[in-house]
């Protein structure tokens, strides 16, 4: 922690401070000195030799938190115990627990939901499988399981280190739409082996959702799931963001005054998302789609090793273009970055057509800045919390999933995705639209209920739900 800078955030510093020795007011003038800015204190023990206080100090951008703790180290009569920030005591003992929906206060309770009356139900689910929607928590719970081997911007960190994110997405599961989810990080980046633990865990859970799986291992592990599974398999990295991006680019278009038929789309960083948002483009009608990626414009002429590139080129750029982004730029309506921080420059937009659409989204650090943009385009969305339009996951896979789950899919296909991205662009008025507001907020309650809705729809219209429900 001490080497961790921090932005605009409060770090809580543990001291041991001697009696005989220390000067409390020297402690706070050296965190001043350092940059920081102490805004609490509380003392936690003491006696006559020594006090152990916690401070909570506030640090900016450019406060590194070494250097407050050198300063602290140099005083005599200190010993810093421990430094923390609020994020990481959110997550000490993790974000979610398991509690029983009904207390178990004597033998008769203890009866009923163990031995012996619980065998009355195993019996009946074992004459019925399908009873296993009704009588276990099969019928609102879903498995959020990753290898750890594509976490965020992080890469391969491997199942433990992926754990806060898995949990954090069952949280979201859980507020947003109601959904128990639990976080499953697999030792193991062996597509056969996921598929498999994934078959074996299938009978405890509704659905299951793929998350932070590297490309190209995403694809297949889905597609085999999807096939060898009655349940809804979803890969969020892949479909969650594709649903977002076409929602928000749904509402960029309506706001310019360009048809999704006549747009010339210009797609770079063609992985796991790449590929789901062209599917998702595509599958509404997009005809003039052209991807991206580091040889260049993929166009059928050429030959890749990446299996998913070969089918990418042949379904896109029906006129074979070459070249690179700058080639691909030319006269097009819409950028969609899926890539790496930076790469897009303003030249690129000077060369794009009237009203320029960009959704720059790689994260952390998107293909360009707004600020650096803001008076070329029509539209500017990112995948960052601090600047408009973001474009969240969030705002799709709760829903998604609440749908699913409560007609009993066997699977999440395209018609469904189309009417989650359709439900959450419409829940942004001709009233609010605008070129700062394409896209609602991740707590506009009206989105989860508006997806469930229309998700339900499709999938009794296109025949995968086994329950009618409304």
Same mark, same amino acid.
């Given at each position: 922690?001490?080497?961790?800078?921090?932005?605009?955030?409060?770090?809580?510093?543990?001291?041991?401070?001697?009696?005989?020795?220390?000067?409390?007011?020297?402690?706070?003038?050296?965190?001043?000195?350092?940059?920081?800015?102490?805004?609490?204190?509380?003392?936690?023990?003491?006696?006559?030799?020594?006090?152990?206080?916690?401070?909570?100090?506030?640090?900016?951008?450019?406060?590194?938190?070494?250097?407050?703790?050198?300063?602290?180290?140099?005083?005599?009569?200190?010993?810093?115990?421990?430094?923390?920030?609020?994020?990481?005591?959110?997550?000490?003992?993790?974000?979610?627990?398991?509690?029983?929906?009904?207390?178990?206060?004597?033998?008769?309770?203890?009866?009923?939901?163990?031995?012996?009356?619980?065998?009355?139900?195993?019996?009946?689910?074992?004459?019925?499988?399908?009873?296993?929607?009704?009588?276990?928590?099969?019928?609102?719970?879903?498995?959020?399981?990753?290898?750890?081997?594509?976490?965020?911007?992080?890469?391969?960190?491997?199942?433990?280190?992926?754990?806060?994110?898995?949990?954090?997405?069952?949280?979201?599961?859980?507020?947003?739409?109601?959904?128990?989810?639990?976080?499953?990080?697999?030792?193991?980046?062996?597509?056969?082996?996921?598929?498999?633990?994934?078959?074996?865990?299938?009978?405890?859970?509704?659905?299951?959702?793929?998350?932070?799986?590297?490309?190209?291992?995403?694809?297949?592990i889905e597609q085999r799931l999807?096939?060898?599974?009655?349940?809804?398999?979803?890969?969020?990295?892949?479909?969650?963001?594709?649903?977002?991006?076409? $929602?928000?680019? %749904?509402? =960029?278009?309506?706001? @310019? #005054?360009?048809?999704?038929?006549?747009?010339? !789309?210009?797609?770079?960083?063609?992985?796991?998302?790449?590929?789901?948002?062209?599917?998702?483009?595509?599958?509404?009608?997009?005809?003039?789609?052209?991807?991206?990626?580091?040889?260049?414009?993929?166009?059928?002429?050429?030959?890749?090793?990446?299996?998913?590139?070969?089918?990418?080129?042949?379904?896109?750029?029906?006129?074979?273009?070459?070249?690179?982004?700058?080639?691909a730029l030319k006269g097009a309506?819409?950028?969609?970055?899926?890539?790496?921080?930076?790469?897009?420059?303003?030249?690129?937009?000077?060369?794009?057509?009237?009203?320029?659409?960009?959704?720059?989204?790689?994260?952390?650090?998107?293909?360009?800045?707004?600020?650096? $943009?803001?008076? %070329?385009? =029509?539209?500017?969305? @990112? #995948?960052?919390?601090?600047?408009?339009?973001? !474009?969240?996951?969030?705002?799709?896979?709760?829903?998604?999933?609440?749908?699913?789950?409560?007609?009993?899919?066997?699977?999440?296909?395209?018609?469904?995705?189309?009417?989650?991205?359709?439900?959450?662009?419409?829940?942004?008025?001709?009233?609010?639209?605008?070129?700062?507001?394409?896209?609602?907020?991740?707590?506009?309650?009206?989105?989860?209920?508006?997806?469930?809705?229309?998700?339900?729809?499709?999938?009794?219209?296109?025949?995968?739900?086994?329950?009618?429900?409304?």
């Open positions: 922690m001490k080497d961790q800078a921090l932005d605009g955030k409060t770090v809580i510093i543990r001291l041991e401070l001697e009696a005989s020795k220390a000067h409390f007011s020297k402690v706070v003038s050296a965190i001043e000195e350092a940059g920081g800015d102490t805004i609490a204190i509380d003392v936690i023990q003491t006696n006559r030799e020594s006090t152990i206080r916690d401070l909570t100090v506030k640090v900016t951008e450019a406060v590194n938190i070494g250097r407050i703790s050198k300063a602290l180290e140099a005083l005599p009569g200190v010993r810093i115990v421990n430094t923390s920030d609020r994020t990481f005591l959110l997550h000490l003992g993790g974000k979610i627990t398991v509690q029983p929906k009904t207390p178990i206060q004597n033998r008769d309770d203890l009866s009923r939901v163990y031995t012996p009356e619980v065998a009355r139900v195993c019996t009946a689910i074992h004459e019925d499988p399908s009873k296993a929607f009704s009588l276990t928590i099969k019928r609102n719970t879903v498995a959020v399981v990753s290898d750890g081997s594509a976490v965020l911007g992080l890469g391969n960190i491997g199942p433990q280190a992926a754990m806060p994110v898995m949990e954090g997405k069952a949280m979201l599961f859980k507020q947003f739409a109601d959904v128990d989810a639990f976080p499953i990080c697999l030792d193991t980046q062996d597509t056969e082996a996921i598929i498999s633990i994934c078959k074996a865990i299938a009978p405890a859970f509704g659905g299951i959702n793929l998350e932070d799986i590297s490309s190209p291992r995403c694809f297949e999807r096939e060898e599974l009655d349940i809804p398999v979803f890969h969020d990295d892949q479909h969650g963001t594709a649903v977002v991006l076409y $929602a928000g680019l %749904l509402n =960029a278009l309506r706001l @310019t #005054g360009k048809r999704l038929t006549d747009a010339r !789309i210009v797609v770079c960083g063609i992985g796991a998302a790449g590929t789901a948002c062209t599917k998702m483009l595509l599958a509404g009608g997009a005809r003039h789609v052209l991807g991206v990626d580091r040889e260049g414009i993929l166009t059928a002429d050429k030959e890749y090793e990446h299996p998913m590139w070969n089918w990418y080129a042949r379904s896109t750029n029906p006129e074979r273009l070459g070249g690179g982004l700058a080639e309506d819409v950028f969609i970055g899926l890539s790496a921080g930076g790469i897009l420059k303003r030249g690129h937009i000077q060369s794009m057509n009237a009203d320029p659409i960009v959704f720059a989204m790689a994260n952390p650090e998107p293909e360009i800045r707004p600020e650096e $943009a803001e008076d %070329l385009v =029509a539209v500017f969305a @990112t #995948g960052r919390s601090d600047y408009p339009n973001q !474009i969240n996951n969030v705002l799709c896979f709760p829903g998604i999933f609440r749908g699913a789950l409560d007609c009993r899919a066997t699977t999440i296909n395209e018609a469904m995705k189309l009417a989650a991205a359709e439900a959450i662009a419409s829940t942004v008025g001709e009233d609010e639209l605008s070129r700062m507001y394409i896209i609602p907020s991740v707590f506009n309650q009206r989105v989860v209920e508006e997806v469930r809705r229309r998700v339900v729809q499709a999938a009794r219209e296109s025949g995968v739900a086994r329950r009618n429900t409304r």
